[in-house]
């Protein structure tokens, strides 16, 4: 993916976020994280339903990297299983990490190909997807 690409799906996904508002609904697991070393703060809200993320919404104070991937992310993982997410959660990480990875499951999430070249932006593309983890995690501990 060429960098005009990149900024273009980046500028675009900060500037009109998919799905960002207040969602209050019992059904929807809410997950928050704030960050200690900037301005990141988001929650999540995700609805799931058989193991599946049928539905996902956002809210907070982020960069243009942490909304952007949470916006990209949230139009990726919509209608996927657990399974399915975790399989591109992978994927991505170790496209942050440079290690192997399949492209091809990540989509606009190429965007971030280079995010290791700044290091001090690594944790600005994770956080919506750590944010993921915890609902995620959530969830399984409710239906046990």
């Known amino acids: 993916m060429d960098s005009n690409l990149r900024r273009e799906i980046i500028i675009d996904n900060y500037q009109n976020p998919v ?3 207040v969602i209050d609904d019992k059904n929807f697991i809410i997950a928050r994280t704030i960050s200690d070393s900037c301005i990141d703060n988001i929650t999540l809200f995700v609805k799931f339903n058989d193991d599946k993320i ?3 919404y956002f809210d907070g104070e982020a960069c243009a990297i942490t909304t952007s991937a949470t916006s990209i992310m949230i139009k990726m993982f919509i209608g996927k299983t657990i399974q399915e997410a975790e399989d591109i959660m992978d ?5 942050i ?3 192997d990875y399949n492209g091809e499951k990540l989509e ?3 965007a971030y190909s280079d995010i290791s070249k700044q290091p001090n932006r690594i944790k600005c593309a994770i956080f919506p997807f750590e944010t993921l983890k915890k609902a995620i995690s959530e969830y399984r501990n409710k239906k046990d």
């Open 54 to 56: 049928v539905d996902m």
């Open 91 to 95: 994927n991505y990480y170790n496209m």
């Open 108 to 110: 606009e999430l190429n």
């Open 19 to 21: 799905n960002r508002k």
């Open 97 to 99: 990490e440079e290690k």
